[in-house]
């Protein structure tokens, strides 16, 4: 079953411009975890967040997570043609991503118009 | 290329029919994941190895699939008498034990007719 939402479901901002997405989940997690997925293609990693951190940058990319409201938010700045993409969350309930794997959210898909 | 990969990336077959797909993992990861997508929806986890042990299954695992990672290094997915709702993309991934980031695969999507 999927964990959570990604808010909203799809969101097209033009190139340069910056863009939000948030995800919740229902259920106590070690970690979480953003993803991206480019049409009909796998899964590529972009950055862990863990339970007891509240902020974490990497690059164009910063992400938060309020635990107490069970919900994290991806922000990409200046954003540029290549990340048009879907952008998914998920959770890991125990360290290491193991038993149960990931659970994942439906998914932000990200249009970046030029 | 030393990223994960998977056999056939496309397959379609008819209702009933079996069909096997294979994940080849990062080669020194001992982690292995199965996953199933389903258009416009997030993946679901289906199975994970650890080495050769199958340690998790996933509810949505029916008795037609089945997995195995014989050895610890490559595994297979299998699904006898295939359904109309089988036809998803499936991800393989890996990682290392106690490191969170899993690797995906490009996955084998699958058109049952």
């Known amino acids: 079953s999927q964990q959570g939402e990604e808010d909203p479901q799809a969101l097209s901002i033009q190139e340069g411009e910056n863009a939000t997405m948030n995800c919740s989940y229902k259920t106590s997690i070690n970690n979480l975890q953003w993803y991206r997925q480019n049409s009909g293609r796998g899964l590529v990693h972009l950055i862990l967040?863990?339970?007891?951190?509240r902020e974490k940058h990497s690059g164009r990319l910063r992400v938060t997570l309020d635990t107490s409201k069970k919900s994290s938010s991806l922000l990409i700045t200046a954003s540029r043609a290549a990340d048009t993409a879907s952008y998914f969350c998920a959770t890991a309930r125990f360290s290491g991503g193991g038993a149960d794997g990931l659970t994942f959210g439906k998914g932000t898909h990200l249009i970046i118009q030029p | 290329d030393t990223g994960v990969s998977q056999d056939p990336r496309h397959k379609i077959t008819k209702r009933g029919q079996n069909v096997t797909f294979r994940c080849d993992p990062i080669s020194e990861h001992n982690r292995l994941y199965w996953y199933r997508q389903t258009l416009g929806q997030g993946p679901e986890f289906l199975t994970y190895f650890q080495n050769e042990a199958q340690l998790e299954k996933s509810r949505l695992l029916s008795d037609r699939f089945s997995a195995e990672r014989p050895k610890g290094s490559f595994s297979t997915l299998e699904i006898q008498r295939t359904e109309q709702g089988d036809s998803a993309m499936y991800l393989c991934a890996s990682s290392l034990v106690a490191v969170e980031t899993q690797y995906f695969g490009p996955g084998t999507r699958l058109l049952v007719l």
């Open positions: 967040i863990r339970s007891n951190e």
